[in-house]
């Protein structure tokens, strides 16, 4: 004798409407593979072995920004005069605590 199993549906109607209209409206926003690729900047630049070993001074390629560590900008635009006025642009928290240093 088989089991007759009947589902019932505790999510209303509208709200299981509603939602597939958000997720339609969502991937209708998403850039298709050919608009991707003209929005790519023309002017991206390979980081290469030559760029790490001596990098332009406004980029920041790697940790440290140079393979000696120093971590130093050759630029001048903060300085010891107005590095006070500084503020946090962003913040990211990992979750981790008493263990970053």
Do not use: C, K
């Not at 390629?61 to 006070?84: A, C």
């Amino acid at each position: 004798m088989a089991a007759t199993v009947t589902t019932t549906s505790t999510v209303p109607r509208f709200l299981v409407v509603g939602m597939m209209a958000v997720g339609l409206v969502l991937v209708l926003a998403l850039p298709l593979p050919s608009e991707m690729r003209a929005r790519q900047s023309t002017s991206y630049v390979p980081v290469t072995d030559q760029r790490l070993r001596d990098p332009e001074p406004r980029n920041w390629l790697m940790y440290r920004r140079t393979y000696n560590g120093w971590g130093y900008s050759p630029l001048r635009q903060i300085r010891s005069q107005n590095v006070v006025d500084l503020r946090p642009a962003w913040v990211f928290s990992t979750g981790v605590y008493d263990e970053h240093h």
